[in-house]
């Protein structure tokens, strides 16, 4: 059933498997399409069964509205219908809609954060501002060499209120940091910490089986 993960039905293909290759001497991207299958299957991502309303007729009144705060996941992947619909739609490349899927349960840390009444650890404060940082490093860099690719952010965090809660989270996390000694550092390959969130998903999830 894996080959559902690449191809979408005969009326709308989504995903290819072989799209036109990135420019510039074919840069190396951080998942692989064999583990980016990996995490589609293991999130139940597949166009084959996007998340209503997506099949449903335009103009339906049965479409939920774009800008609301309300979670909806249909299929129960702990994904938000509207951003998965977006990461098979927008995206052509496996690969892609991996990062975006990464990417995703990356932002799910960073604004649980938000309203977290435990002490959060200095090491945990540490990890998700550059888990960000990183982030936003590596889709800009990708942009520079592959300028159909645009970053999921602002597809996630859609709404004012989403970007408010992100902003106070982060602005949270930078206090913890501040009153600490410690240096942050930066990966020199931004693009390397997908293939440590995809290697954490892969392990976490395999181990509590």
């Given at each position: 059933?894996?080959?559902?993960?690449?191809?979408?039905?005969?009326?709308?293909?989504i995903i290819k498997l072989t799209p036109h290759p990135?420019?510039?001497?074919?840069?190396?991207?951080?998942?692989?399409?064999?583990?980016?299958?990996?995490?589609?299957?293991?999130?139940?991502?597949?166009?084959?069964?996007?998340?209503?309303?997506?099949?449903?007729?335009?103009?339906?009144?049965?479409?939920?509205?774009?800008?609301?705060?309300?979670?909806?996941?249909?299929?129960?992947?702990?994904?938000?219908?509207?951003?998965?619909?977006?990461?098979?739609?927008?995206?052509?490349?496996?690969?892609?809609?991996?990062?975006?899927?990464?990417?995703?349960?990356?932002?799910?840390?960073?604004?649980?954060?938000?309203?977290?009444?435990?002490?959060?650890?200095?090491?945990?404060?540490?990890?998700?501002?550059?888990?960000?940082?990183?982030?936003?490093?590596?889709?800009?860099?990708?942009?520079?060499?592959?300028?159909?690719?645009?970053s999921p952010i602002l597809n996630y965090f859609n709404?004012?209120?989403?970007?408010?809660?992100?902003?106070?989270?982060?602005?949270?996390?930078?206090?913890?940091?501040?009153?600490?000694?410690?240096?942050?550092?930066?990966?020199?390959?931004?693009?390397?910490?997908?293939?440590?969130?995809?290697?954490?998903?892969?392990?976490?999830?395999?181990?509590?089986?």
């Amino acid at each position: 059933m894996i080959a559902e993960l690449a191809f979408a039905t005969p009326m709308k293909p989504i995903i290819k498997l072989t799209p036109h290759p990135i420019t510039q001497h074919t840069v190396e991207l951080p998942l692989n399409e064999y583990h980016s299958l990996e995490i589609l299957a293991l999130k139940k991502v597949s166009s084959s069964q996007v998340p209503r309303p997506y099949d449903m007729p335009q103009n339906t009144q049965s479409s939920l509205p774009i800008d609301t705060d309300t979670v909806i996941d249909i299929n129960h992947n702990n994904i938000r219908d509207d951003y998965e619909r977006l990461l098979l739609t927008q995206y052509q490349r496996p690969e892609y809609v991996a990062m975006g899927i990464l990417a995703a349960a990356h932002w799910d840390r960073l604004i649980a954060t938000h309203n977290q009444k435990e002490r959060i650890l200095l090491i945990t404060a540490i990890t998700l501002i550059t888990n960000n940082i990183a982030i936003n490093q590596c889709y800009y860099s990708l942009q520079q060499i592959d300028n159909t690719l645009v970053s999921p952010i602002l597809n996630y965090f859609n709404t004012e209120r989403r970007i408010t809660i992100k902003d106070q989270a982060e602005e949270k996390l930078l206090n913890i940091i501040a009153t600490s000694p410690f240096n942050i550092t930066f990966e020199p390959q931004p693009c390397q910490r997908f293939t440590l969130l995809a290697e954490s998903m892969l392990q976490t999830t395999f181990t509590s089986l």
